[in-house]
């Protein structure tokens, strides 16, 4: 006997966030109202993604947990953990052995199946939030796709800049109606966010669920003459040499010297186990050693 | 109530809904993909696949529907008992159930401007369920996918709803597929 129920949420709650799941599958990148409850663990840990979560697996899964790319920080080894205990799944920190992928602030490098599942923790879920405070409002700008405001923010952006300056949370527009936010994942990920597999976002302070199906057209918000841009550090990995990865810069001596490494930590080891080295990395065998 | 009422249900509630939702869930986000279901043996005529699916989403936060065809002593009590959901008419409800002809789809909440989430999921029975006939596309299909639908019509018709609209789960055995609001049927 445990003294927690499968996956931890108790069933009446799980059918009312799978129900949401439902509804914001079928109406892509709409954030669907739901009941967040307390998890055992601080909000700011992910508590949205950790309920989507516990309404998705089944013991057959193979579960991964990412925070900002990387498996073994604190949040994402807790959470994790947290499954494993509660739910029976396998983890895993490669992201092809995984069914389950829940993730805070990055979309893995390589490229989902269609038998994979993407969970977002997301702080912020309404991408209208900081030009207009009333959820009321917002909810009527939604409804009549009054998308205009948001659009004069990334135009000043421009006029302020010469570029827009969003760097993360860039808004995308889903099948052509919803301006959604994709939490703030850098916007080098936003063509990802067009893939084989499911995605699902999870916001608990905020109680919003919302999908997008695979294969749905997402597109980031731009301009004519501004082009969307899914730009990243102009530099190749210092450890395993990707050219075509989102880096982390890290300020490695009292020098002030740096060095670049991929944000992703599973896909710069098997770059690395592959033989790849990069300017400043030693190569992998030697480094395990 | 009869003791018919008592069996069919999950032997293993928790694990047994979780696989189920998983079925669901992916037919719900790749439209026109079948999926198997099992863990649940509903009174005739309900399909094993409806069972699953009332199971796995209905309480009694979730008013239900029950079309002509389905709607008999020995239904009303099994659902009653195993999911505490409430039975009302077509305006109230959020799940329905029955054969295509039990359900006028005008009689169905289809949400509001401000919350499409608040719209009815139908679950029809259907006597055939194989990938041929209609076409679909959208969200969740990569070029094309084929359906058996019983109409073409109404499914255009629900889709010039968009974002309001009704979703399906279509039921057929032990076999489920569905059509969200999103899909354009042709
Ligand atoms: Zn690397």
Redesign the interface.
Known sequence: MTDY???YLD??T???I???????????G?Q??FASREMPMPYGWGTGGVQVSA??????DTFKVIDQGADDTTNAVSIRRFFQKTAGVKVTEATEEASVIQTRHRIPEQDLR?DQILVYQVPIPEPLRFLEPSEVET??M???EEYGLMHVKLYEDISQHGAIATAYAYPVKV?G??VMDPSPIPKFDNPKLEM?G?QLFGAGREQRIY???????VVSLDFDDYPFEASKADHACDLCGAEDSYLDELIVDDEGGRMFMCSDTDYCAGRRKQGHVGAQGVPYAEDAA | MQSLALEGGFQNAPTDAAHAFRSIMTAMARPGEISRVDGATPPAPLSVATGVTLLTLCDPDTPVFLGKSVNAQEIIDWITFHTGAPLVEAKDAMFAVGSWQDLTLDDFPIGTAEYPDRSATLIVEVPTLDNTGAILAGPGIKDTSRLTVPDIDAFQTNRQNFPLGLDFIFTCGNRLACLPRSTRVS
Do not use: C, S, W
């Open positions: 129920n499968f996956a069933e009446q799980k059918r009312m799978r129900r949401a799941i439902l509804k914001g599958l079928a109406i892509p709409y669907v109202p309404a998705v697996l089944t013991p057959d269609d909810r009527k939604h409804a009549l099948e109606r919803y084989a499911i999908a997008i199906p695979p294969y749905t057209q």
